[in-house]
Nanobody
Framework: QVYLVESGGGLVQPGGSLTLSCTTSESRLTMINMAWHLQAPGKERELLADIDWGGESHYADSYKGRFTISIDNAKNMLYLHMNDLQPEDTAVYYC???????????????WGQGTQVTVSS
């Protein structure tokens, strides 16, 4: 099966840092075009940042400077490094992207299950 698995969420104090991780369900799968999204309480899900297989990334204006998206193709891992977290960053964070399967021309668009990040003292 083709799916994404996230980890790394939790409770952090204001000003703290956290790194989220996302990987595929099988090591033979390859992440191609990936992104992190977040959904804050009572708000719609929004795009935070995206990155392609070559490492070129883009950020929503609100998250430039504090958040960094990265991809390790050798380990098949997607990361979101978050610094100087504030209570307004409290949300469920989702990874999403196109997954390539060996021997198949079609890529699969998949979402992770979401991981909760809570910023509170």
């Amino acid at each position: 099966q083709v799916y994404l698995v996230e980890s790394g969420g939790g409770l952090v104090q204001p000003g703290g840092s956290l790194t989220l991780s996302c990987t595929t369900s099988e090591s033979r799968l390859t992440m191609i075009n990936m992104a992190w999204h977040l959904q804050a309480p009572g708000k719609e899900r929004e795009l935070l940042a995206d990155i392609d297989w070559g490492g070129e990334s883009h950020y929503a204006d609100s998250y430039k400077g504090r958040f960094t998206i990265s991809i390790d193709n050798a380990k098949n891992m997607l990361y979101l490094h978050m610094n100087d977290l504030q209570p307004e960053d409290t949300a469920v964070y989702y990874c999403n992207g196109e997954i390539a399967v060996p021997g198949r021309s079609t890529m699969y668009d998949r979402w992770g299950q979401g991981t909760q990040v809570t910023v509170s003292s």
